[in-house]
């Protein structure tokens, strides 16, 4: 099927889990569905608030966490927050200059 995502002042980032059976999108927050559900979900499961507003999503593929970029400021350090995939914050870490993408080994 086709559905059509209103991406209010987003990027379009898109990812898949590690058993690849749900997505996970960022629109003023992370919105998550699994690949068999048929309405998309009218509230994100993790709120993205003005003071974080997320440009940057990773899914790491060992345990489906989710990793959330942020820049504090355009010229200073980002800030890196992880939550478990039921969005529940884990912790939050310090990180260079505008974290965007996520690489995992």
Same mark, same amino acid.
């Given at each position: 099927? @086709?559905?059509? /995502?209103?991406?209010?002042?987003?990027?379009? @980032?898109?990812?898949?889990?590690?058993?690849?059976?749900?997505?996970?999108?960022?629109?003023?927050? *992370?919105?998550?569905?699994?690949? =068999?559900?048929? *309405? /998309?979900?009218?509230?994100?499961?993790?709120?993205?608030?003005?003071?974080? /507003?997320?440009?940057?999503?990773? @899914?790491?593929?060992?345990?489906?966490? *989710?990793?959330?970029?942020?820049? =504090?400021?355009?010229?200073?350090?980002?800030? *890196?927050?992880?939550?478990? =995939?039921?969005?529940?914050?884990? =912790?939050?870490?310090?990180?260079?200059?505008?974290?965007?993408?996520?690489?995992?080994?």
């Amino acid at each position: 099927e @086709i559905y059509t /995502l209103s991406l209010h002042d987003a990027l379009p @980032i898109l990812k898949l889990s590690a058993a690849g059976d749900s997505i996970f999108w960022l629109n003023k927050g *992370v919105f998550k569905m699994g690949i =068999n559900q048929s *309405v /998309l979900p009218k509230n994100a499961f993790i709120i993205s608030f003005s003071t974080n /507003l997320y440009y940057g999503l990773g @899914i790491d593929p060992k345990n489906n966490q *989710v990793y959330l970029g942020t820049a =504090n400021s355009s010229t200073g350090a980002g800030k *890196v927050y992880r939550y478990t =995939n039921n969005g529940t914050e884990l =912790n939050q870490f310090g990180c260079g200059f505008w974290p965007g993408d996520f690489y995992f080994n």
